[in-house]
């Protein structure tokens, strides 16, 4: 199920500067000199070893809706420089007006692992057009993908156990909660409580009452009878409101009127206390009374440190609700994403590579046009990552550099393969058919099961093996080199 776009995108979500700099190139001549940028990231969030890429979907209707309308226009005249005269010819503005988007763009689909370094978009076209991009396509694929990443690492470490997530109220914003209850989805969340993301999105919507619910009763026991009367068929019980253990008593009595109702409860859900040691006597009391079905749900301050821990101590869990932690991507406020300029071309000439240098190594970019290609087993499992430049051939066998540790891996020959960005515009028409979400939800799920068990554990995780593919390894040393020595 599709809705309609998540945000309401203009083409004023950027920042000022890609605006001055659109008008730079423009009162040079040279707006429509052809560039190439793309959008990678320099580390996997939370200390792992994978991130999931998202947002792509999101990306595309920003890409369809982009045009500035006449209210962006005369916002844009109405802006002054130090001097008190406006900050852009109206030229430009006439510019700005007509402006359609021409570029060609590739990306990785949505839930596909990616891994630092790894070009996620990559934006082929005028300058003024790719500069006027940056700002809102980091701002979608950063968010995004950390949020799909967080939740790939909740599910994770709940071993197949259903999880909920729902941190709306402590989200980032209503776009924020919006946003990130469709990237959670896509990490491996079975369902949201964000009412709005349901009917955006179709997503299983999931709730049934709080803690002011059970005190505005006289008792617990009313509360939960008065409930189950007007919700027989959504009936979890949150039983910790004052003690956890007659919570599940008052549940069980609840659920017994229930059943000779025709109805049966859903379950209990704890919220606060030795969640571990409550979970076990709460399975042992729903189990006695004869309700072995009922499931006993988890939420509070969860994260995947705490439901690995839980489940380690013995924990006897059904579900796990998380809020907080996933929908704000706690502890990383962001991914690190950059948007990074790799060649320029002036009309009817050749792709000059640009470099960025920097003292760390990580930081001094990689020259080019660039794809990434996965080598994987017969069964589709991954072996390594090369990223190379799209007019190099990848000679065989293909060899890996790392970009820190220069270490060689090198890909036997005729091992399978397949380049992982495709297509999505060219010039000003869509050539992507983009998945629903239970396809990319999919997706993201059977890229886990393929990735290598080790860079997916929460505690020291190894490191994929991923680099440059050895010509673009050449051609990064040489333009270095080169930069170094017109410094000099």
Known sequence: MMGPPVHSFTALTTDLYEVTMAYGYWKAGVSDHEAAFHVTFRHNPFGGQFTVACGLATAIDFLRMFHFTETEIAYLASQRGNDGKPLFDSGFLDYLRDLRLTCDIDAIPEGTLVFPNEPLIRVSGPVAQCQLLETTLLNILNFESLIATKAARVCLAAKNDPVIEFGLRRAQGVDGGLTAARAAYIGGCVGTSNL??????????????????????????????????????????????????????HAIDVASQLRKEGHEMIGVRLDSGDRVALSIEARRMLDKAGFTNAKIVCSGDLDEHVIA????????????????????????????????????????????????????????????????????????????????????????????????????????????????????????????????????????????????????????????????????????????????????
């Open 196 to 249: 709005q993301a349901g009917e955006r999105f179709g997503i299983p919507v999931s709730g049934t009452q709080a803690h002011s619910w059970i005190m505005f009763f006289e008792s617990e026991d009313e509360a939960f009878q008065t409930y189950a009367s007007a919700m027989p068929n959504n009936c979890v019980l949150l039983v910790d409101t004052y003690n956890s253990i007659e919570g599940v008593r």
């Open 309 to 488: 821990d839980m489940k380690q101590g013995g924990a006897r869990i059904d579900m796990w609700g998380v809020g907080t932690k996933l929908t704000t991507g706690q502890p990383d406020a962001a991914l690190s994403g950059i948007y990074k300029l790799g060649a320029v071309r002036h009309p009817g000439g050749q792709w000059q590579y640009r470099i960025k240098l920097s003292d760390e190594a990580a930081k001094t970019s990689c020259p080019g046009l660039l794809q990434v290609r996965r080598f994987q087993q017969p069964d589709g499992r991954f072996i390594a990552d090369a990223i190379y430049e799209t007019d190099h051939a990848i000679s065989e066998p293909c060899v890996v550099v790392d970009l820190e540790t220069e270490k060689k891996t090198e890909i036997p020959a005729k091992t399978d393969y397949s380049d992982l960005l495709v297509p999505v515009f060219r010039r000003d028409q869509l050539v992507y058919q983009t998945p629903n979400l239970e396809a990319s939800r999919e997706h993201a799920r059977k890229q886990l099961d393929c990735a290598p068990p080790e860079i997916l554990r929460l505690k020291n995780p190894t490191p994929y093996k991923i680099g440059l593919e050895r010509s673009l390894h050449e051609l990064r040393a040489t333009l270095i080199a080169r930069a170094q020595e017109q410094l000099k």
